[in-house]
């Protein structure tokens, strides 16, 4: 094969070069071309890599030549390059050209470049292309003769690689903003160097409802940039040239022309972008934008999945920061609000203590005055004020720790320190602790011998720790002792409380000095209480420069130890006189009169009991559920006279109480220990034992959210306290109504089952039974044995129960609303006439019929229409004399219904029975049967009601006494039933 064949089959290029006249070229024909240059051409053609030359002595004027994988790099320009000069392909970068031919030419060595930027026009336009391009020479016989030009075009990767550096810059440069106004400030610094793929860019910032846009940010135009608004209005019918609103509306990218727009200097390009994204702004797909992004496209790139997707990605990190510089700015806004309301808050909880205060001291008063009164008390009354009594110093306690807690918790406490004989102090508040503990059986033991010289406390302060130590050993003391005592060590006064009570878990340790924190299930003398009693104790202690520690065993013990330093900087201290010694009395009146209160608690009435009361006014059995035993006596009070009560003090004895033996009703606090009310809701309503009691909770926590809470987990009824004992009495009463109607509701449907499964399983021996009677009725009657006879009334006994069975069957498909008609065209005077055929045969009784003879057309279930005749029938032969006339009638009235009627000359049916005679199971109790068995369940006219009324028809009785009764139904005929 020649030259010219070898290249001529070297692809499409290769037959391209073959076609070509090389002798009308300035390099004449190729088999005078030197034979470097000629294998150049065999070796580019043959090749996979993109392989050009530029072929002739004079490089100005020398030819372009190229094998097929060069094609893509020259675009639109294939074919025509072929053999053209090569300053003329490349026009548009001939000085790059040009200067490495040169170079090549001059030197003879190759010339060599990677990444290059080149700006070609191979689809009509300039368009931005990186290559790396080697240009190595081909040599004549002495001289230079051409070029090898070897190009891999590495755009893609180039453009890709400068994209997502942009991106790392801005998404590093966004998240250091702090502020909304600073986020637009560095969206400038960061958006600026992407000129070269975004000339220019815009963000607008959507209002909440998305109905305008505000412009935040322009980046590459000039400053006052007129083309974009300051605001858009983004409605479907307004005037929107970029059309942001469209984009907002459709949640997608779209590019829009760009108009004549006056780029900055800095972003400057050689030509404008004739296209611009518009992207919505969000930090998620999912999320509603929160802005639009306009951005300019390169006018020297093609806008494809890459070049969308990085500018989706910017938006998506405008989107990110912008979000969250909002989240910042909320959190901020958030803090400074809380910072207020806590302020507010303290100083509301300071003015209203202040206001409780004065009024139990109001309400305190008149009982101590009313115990005191010369004119004696009845028990019960005594009892009563003794139990207004406690529970008023019960909130006097509550409120003066709220007072100190929150005057300490807004560091607003006015801590006057004074010379104190520390031990004294500690002496007289312990004994006036000593009565509440011999109540409870426990020695106080008081170990606070004299101190040589005063510790300068806070008295007020020191009386609160001390108090609040003592009132804990004492409510987690059951047995054993508890322990108190002072002493001085050195520079410090060390105060130690210890008792052995039920100590306290070793994971809770860490939170007893936490606000608000209660151990959880620990067992108490009382489990009232805020959780503020240990959290305001250290930071009493802490006012006085001064620590506490707890350690504890669980189920040996606690021990609190406090240390303070003797002295406070005299900066530090205003001294006062002491307080007279009364005021310490007055200062313990209220822990000690509650823990009496958590003493009498521990009453046998803690017990489950039965209050005494009139028998006849009680009704159901009510279990009470509630921790605080004044309120257990309160509603015991309430409920006991109406109901036999039971009470308990906590969730976990409701639900075993419960269990055991189900009350009528449960009415349980919400807080309690041990299981809250909402835990004996849910154990009670999951169990089926219990599932159907109805309970009723009752809270100090009002509001809809606690309601909806309470009646979600299933409680049938929510008291807020305070409420009045009338209220709670109505709300029992008619929950215990409300149970028994469902009760016997569900009996009634328990009924209606069992006569349903009766009923089915008693016609399978009763068809075995008949079709045996009907066997040895036929060989009997064969043998001529006079038994059959005899056999023949069994037959008609087998009919009668089959009927009540049947009748049976149709009341429990009625009930349960599974009553089924199966409808034909049939004759109704044809069903007549078989009815009363049959009442015929079976009791011997002549009836008169009054039946048309042509045929009455109905669309209707004979079987079912031929029962109710024959009850009807059946009716009107058993209650009247055997005498007397029995006549069944049918009529046809005008062209719309049949009537059937069942007349009797019976005692008819007295007036107040009528409006019952339909019911089920009813029987006239005045009228006794005149023909027949009495057998029957009073469902017969039950069932003809029903079944006429599943044929759209109605039925009805005229009646008097003495004079006999007509039955009649009517249904519609065959040809009325569209109408």
Same mark, same amino acid.
């Given at each position: 094969m020649n030259r010219r064949d070898i290249i001529a089959n070297g692809g499409a290029n290769g037959a391209l070069l073959g076609s070509i006249d090389w002798a009308k070229t300035p390099l004449g024909p190729m088999d005078r071309w030197p034979a470097s240059a000629a294998a150049a051409v065999e070796l580019m053609v043959a090749s996979g890599f993109p392989l050009g030359m530029v072929l002739g002595p004079d490089r100005s004027n020398a030819l372009f030549l190229y094998n097929d994988a060069f094609i893509p790099f020259l675009g639109q320009k294939h074919p025509h390059a072929m053999g053209r000069r090569a300053r003329d392909v490349w026009s548009e970068i001939w000085d790059f050209v040009e200067w490495a031919l040169r170079q090549v030419w001059q030197t003879g060595r190759p010339v060599t470049g990677k990444d290059l930027l080149l700006r070609v026009e191979r689809c009509e336009q300039p368009e931005e292309i990186h290559a790396s391009i080697?240009?190595?020479?081909?040599?004549?016989?002495?001289?230079?003769?051409?070029?090898?030009?070897?190009?891999?075009?590495?755009?893609?990767?180039?453009?890709?690689?400068?994209?997502?550096?942009?991106?790392?810059?801005?998404?590093?440069?966004?998240?250091?903003?702090?502020?909304?106004?600073?986020?637009?400030?560095?969206?400038?610094?960061?958006?600026?160097?992407?000129?070269?793929?975004?000339?220019?860019?815009?963000?607008?910032?959507?209002?909440?409802?998305?109905?305008?846009?505000?412009?935040? *940010? *322009?980046?590459?135009?000039?400053?006052?940039?007129?083309?974009?608004p300051s605001e858009i209005d983004l409605s479907a019918d307004a005037d929107d040239a970029w059309g942001l609103g469209q984009a907002v509306r459709e949640r997608r990218l779209r590019l829009v022309p760009s108009p004549a727009v006056r780029l900055s200097a800095a972003a400057a390009l050689a030509e404008p972008p004739r296209t611009a994204a518009i992207v919505p702004v969000t930090c998620s797909p999912q999320a509603s934008p929160v802005g639009v992004l306009i951005a300019g496209l390169s006018p020297v790139q093609a806008f494809d999945d890459a070049y969308a997707t990085f500018v989706r990605r910017i938006a998506k990190e405008i989107g990110t920061a912008l979000t969250g510089v909002r989240s910042l700015d909320h959190a901020h806004l958030r803090a400074a609000a809380l910072?207020?309301?806590?302020?507010?808050?303290?100083?509301?909880?300071?003015?209203?203590?202040?206001?409780?205060?004065?009024?139990?001291?109001?309400?305190?008063?008149?009982?101590?005055?009313?115990?005191?009164?010369?004119?004696?008390?009845? #028990?019960?009354?005594?009892?009563?004020?003794?139990?207004?009594?406690?529970?008023?110093?019960? /909130?006097?306690?509550?409120?003066?720790a709220l007072l100190s807690f929150t005057r300490v918790d807004a560091g607003r406490a006015a801590v006057s320190f004074e010379p104190t004989d520390l031990a004294?102090?500690?002496? =007289?508040?312990?004994?006036?602790?000593?009565?509440?503990?011999?109540?409870?059986?426990? &020695?106080?033991?008081?170990?606070?011998?004299?101190?040589? =010289?005063?510790?300068?406390?806070?008295?007020?302060?020191?009386?609160?720790? /001390?108090?609040?130590?003592?009132?804990?050993?004492?409510?987690?003391?059951?047995?054993?002792?508890?322990?108190?005592?002072?002493?001085? *060590?050195?520079?410090?006064?060390l105060l130690t409380v210890r008792d052995t009570g039920t100590g306290i878990p070793a994971e809770a340790l860490p939170h007893v000095f936490e606000r608000f924190y209660r151990v959880p299930n620990a067992r108490a003398r009382s489990h009232e209480g805020v959780g503020i009693g240990l959290a305001l104790v250290k930071s009493l202690v802490e006012l006085h420069a001064g620590s506490i520690q707890v350690c504890s065993t669980l189920g040996k013990g606690t021990t609190f130890t406090v240390e303070i330093p003797r002295g406070i900087a005299a900066s530090a201290v205003r001294l006062r006189d002491?307080?007279? #010694?009364?005021? *310490?009395?007055?200062?313990?009146?209220?822990?000690?009169?509650?823990?009496?209160?958590?003493?009498?608690?521990?009453?046998?009435?803690?017990?489950?009991?039965?209050?005494?009361?009139?028998?006849?006014?009680?009704?159901?059995?009510?279990?009470?559920?509630?921790?605080?035993? =004044?309120?257990?006596?309160?509603?015991?009070?309430?409920?006991?006279?109406?109901?036999?009560?039971?009470?308990?003090?906590?969730?976990?004895?409701?639900?075993?109480l419960a269990r055991a033996r189900p009350p009528d009703l449960v009415l349980s606090d919400v807080a309690m220990p041990h299981g809250n009310g909402l835990d004996v809701?849910?154990?009670?309503?999951?169990?089926?034992?219990?599932?159907?009691? &109805?309970?009723?909770?009752?809270?100090?926590?009002?509001?809809?959210?606690?309601?909806?809470?309470?009646?979600?987990?299933?409680?049938?009824?929510?008291?807020?306290?305070?409420?009045?004992?009338?209220?709670?009495?109505?709300?029992?009463?008619?929950?215990?109504?409300?149970?028994?109607?469902?009760?016997?509701?569900?009996?009634?449907?328990?009924?209606?089952?069992?006569?349903?499964?009766?009923?089915?399983?008693?016609?399978? #021996?009763?068809?075995?039974?008949?079709?045996?009677?009907?066997?040895?009725?036929?060989?009997?009657?064969?043998?001529?044995?006079?038994?059959?006879?005899?056999?023949?009334?069994?037959?008609?006994?087998?009919?009668?129960?089959?009927?009540?069975?049947?009748d049976m069957l149709s009341v429990s498909a009625i009930t349960e609303g599974k009553l089924t008609i199966h409808t034909t065209r049939c004759d109704l005077g044809q069903i007549c006439r078989d009815a009363a055929n049959e009442l015929i045969q079976v009791s011997h009784r002549a009836l008169v019929l009054d039946l048309p003879d042509a045929p009455v057309p109905v669309v209707a279930d004979a079987d079912r229409l031929g029962q109710v005749v024959a009850n009807?029938?059946?009716?009107?032969?058993?209650?009247?004399? &055997?005498?007397?006339?029995?006549?069944?009638?049918?009529?046809?009235?005008?062209?719309?219904?049949?009537?059937?009627?069942?007349?009797?000359?019976?005692?008819?049916?007295?007036?107040?029975?009528?409006?019952?005679?339909?019911?089920?199971?009813?029987?006239?109790?005045t009228i006794g049967v005149q023909s027949g068995s009495y057998v029957g369940l009073g469902l017969g006219l039950f069932l003809a009601k029903a079944i006429v009324e599943q044929h759209r028809g109605r039925i009805w009785v005229e009646s008097a006494v003495g004079k006999g009764s007509t039955f009649a139904f009517a249904i519609p005929l065959a040809g009325a039933m569209g109408r």
């Open positions: 080697s240009f190595s020479p081909i040599w004549g016989d002495d001289t230079v003769w051409g070029a090898l030009i070897c190009c891999i075009e590495t755009t893609r990767g180039v453009i890709g690689e400068r994209r997502e550096r942009a991106l790392r810059v801005i998404a590093h440069g966004l998240s250091e903003a702090r502020t909304e106004n600073d986020l637009y400030g560095r969206m400038g610094a960061v958006l600026l160097p992407l000129v070269k793929d975004v000339a220019f860019a815009a963000l607008y910032v959507l209002d909440p409802e998305e109905r305008r846009a505000s412009r935040r *940010v *322009v980046v590459g135009l000039v400053a006052d940039a007129p083309e974009l910072a207020e309301f806590e302020r507010e808050r303290t100083r509301f909880l300071a003015e209203i203590t202040h206001e409780f205060r004065t009024l139990v001291t109001l309400l305190i008063g008149p009982v101590e005055d009313l115990l005191d009164e010369v004119e004696p008390l009845s #028990p019960a009354q005594r009892t009563q004020l003794q139990g207004v009594r406690r529970s008023a110093y019960r /909130v006097l306690r509550y409120v003066t004294g102090l500690t002496r =007289e508040i312990a004994r006036a602790f000593e009565p509440a503990a011999a109540r409870a059986g426990l &020695p106080l033991r008081i170990d606070c011998p004299p101190t040589s =010289e005063p510790v300068l406390v806070a008295r007020d302060m020191w009386e609160q720790i /001390v108090l609040n130590l003592l009132a804990n050993a004492l409510k987690f003391t059951f047995t054993g002792e508890i322990e108190i005592s002072l002493r001085i *060590v050195a520079e410090r006064a002491s307080p007279a #010694p009364e005021a *310490v009395a007055q200062s313990v009146a209220p822990f000690v009169e509650d823990a009496l209160g958590w003493l009498a608690e521990e009453a046998p009435a803690e017990a489950a009991h039965a209050v005494e009361g009139p028998h006849e006014a009680r009704r159901g059995r009510v279990l009470i559920a509630e921790d605080n035993s =004044e309120m257990r006596a309160y509603l015991t009070r309430l409920l006991g006279l109406a109901h036999d009560v039971e009470v308990v003090p906590d969730g976990a004895a409701a639900l075993a809701v849910r154990a009670l309503r999951a169990d089926p034992a219990t599932r159907e009691i &109805p309970i009723v909770l009752i809270s100090a926590r009002g509001g809809e959210d606690a309601t909806i809470g309470a009646l979600g987990a299933g409680a049938d009824d929510y008291l807020v306290k305070p409420f009045s004992g009338r209220e709670l009495r109505a709300r029992v009463r008619t929950h215990l109504e409300l149970a028994r109607a469902r009760r016997e509701g569900a009996e009634s449907r328990l009924k209606d089952v069992f006569l349903g499964l009766a009923s089915h399983e008693l016609r399978t #021996p009763l068809t075995g039974l008949k079709l045996n009677v009907q066997l040895c009725q036929r060989e009997l009657a064969a043998q001529g044995s006079p038994l059959a006879t005899r056999l023949a009334g069994l037959h008609r006994s087998i009919d009668r129960m089959t009927r009540l069975v049947n009807l029938l059946s009716n009107a032969i058993k209650y009247s004399a &055997p005498d007397r006339p029995v006549k069944l009638t049918l009529r046809v009235e005008g062209h719309e219904e049949g009537i059937v009627r069942v007349e009797d000359a019976g005692p008819g049916i007295p007036v107040d029975a009528l409006p019952h005679i339909f019911d089920r199971f009813y029987r006239v109790p």
